[in-house]
């Protein structure tokens, strides 16, 4: 999975071609997408507009698999992933990820929390 995020991190999207089994799927259930194999996945993320930089925050290992939690920014505008990865074989062949915006608090709830 960071090899995965570093190729992506760098713009080295076809380098990341080979971590992705033939038959991969990856499912984006905020904008209920899915992504049917690997050529796809490669080819949106490489037509993605801007110059996102990601950084891997946490791996957790699960069986059969990975989640990770991943800023990506380009500039001002930033966001976590959270992604569930699974793998089979030594290749990965499904990802569930979700996206949420990185933003300060809808309003102030410094009384019970603390913003960092």
């Keep these: 999975m960071r090899r995965l995020w570093r190729c992506f991190d760098q713009g080295r999207f076809q380098d990341a071609r080979p971590l ?14 899915r992504i049917r194999g690997p050529e796809n996945f490669i080819a949106l993320n490489e037509a993605y507009p801007g110059n996102w930089r990601c950084d891997v925050e946490k791996v957790i ?28 074989g030594d290749r990965i062949a499904r990802a569930e990820e979700f996206f949420g915006d990185v933003a300060e608090p809808p309003f102030d709830r410094s009384a019970w929390a603390e913003w960092y």
């Design 20 to 33: 992705l089994a033939a038959d991969f799927e990856a499912f984006w259930p905020n904008t209920r997408e």
């Design 61 to 88: 290992a699960v069986p059969k698999g990975a989640v990770t939690v991943t800023r990506i920014r380009d500039g001002d505008v930033a966001f976590i992933a959270v992604s569930f990865f699974e793998v089979t």
